[in-house]
């Protein structure tokens, strides 16, 4: 294949891929905020794209979620995403482990108008989870911190969820290394390959990954419960 064919399929695939933004994710004056606090604050942009985003809101509208739970916040973007999916009297929690991000977060919260349906607890993932257990059940969960702590994230995901919930984590694609092991594989992409591998294997979950056409790196992981 040449290399100008190449190029025109690249470019075929952004155009699909706008016009899909366009007409079925459009970003408006609260998400561009949260982008724009999160880029003022010094934050990674790499958060999800808005086709992602939406597709989180459809999972949580097809659970009817009332309850979500999200682990790693970033700036507040697929919290915004996820929260406008929820009922009036829904509730998302989100888990940052930086004070200061977190000050960003409840800032695009509310700016979003997202804010009375949202809480933002701060620490460490892994010492918050088990004082969740008395709000459990979570309708999903979203993953999309770092990632040597996924299969951690998964077990503590499966215990606060319910049959029927859906649990979603972000970066599983990885250009492909997160799915087998490699012997000078860095701990990000062992907890991925764990990760994926768990959710393929385990008997109480239904799973899919999910690969971007554009960008392989920000594959998502889907897994409902089937038993809990």
Known sequence: ????????????????????????????????????????????????????????????????????????????????????????????????????????????????????????????ALELLPTLTAEAPFDLIFIDADKASYPQYLEWAIKLSRTGSIIIADNCVRNGIAFQPTADMDADTAGLVKYNQLTREDPRLTTIVLANDNDYTDGLNVAVVKAN
């Open 1 to 124: 294949m040449s290399e100008n064919t190449l190029e025109q399929q690249d470019e075929q695939r952004h155009r699909i891929e706008s016009t899909i933004s366009h007409l079925f994710a459009p970003e408006d004056a609260g998400l561009h905020g949260a982008l724009q606090a999160a880029k003022d604050a010094g934050l990674p942009e790499i958060q999800i794209n808005p086709i992602q985003g939406k597709l989180l809101q459809v999972f949580a509208t097809a659970c009817q979620a009332h309850k979500i739970l999200e682990i790693g916040s970033l700036a507040g973007y697929s919290g915004i995403w996820l929260a406008r999916a929820l009922p009036a009297d829904g509730h998302l929690i989100t888990l940052e482990i930086n004070p200061q991000h977190a000050e960003v977060v409840r800032s695009s919260f509310a700016n979003a108008g997202v804010g009375d349906k949202t809480e933002v607890r701060v620490g460490n």
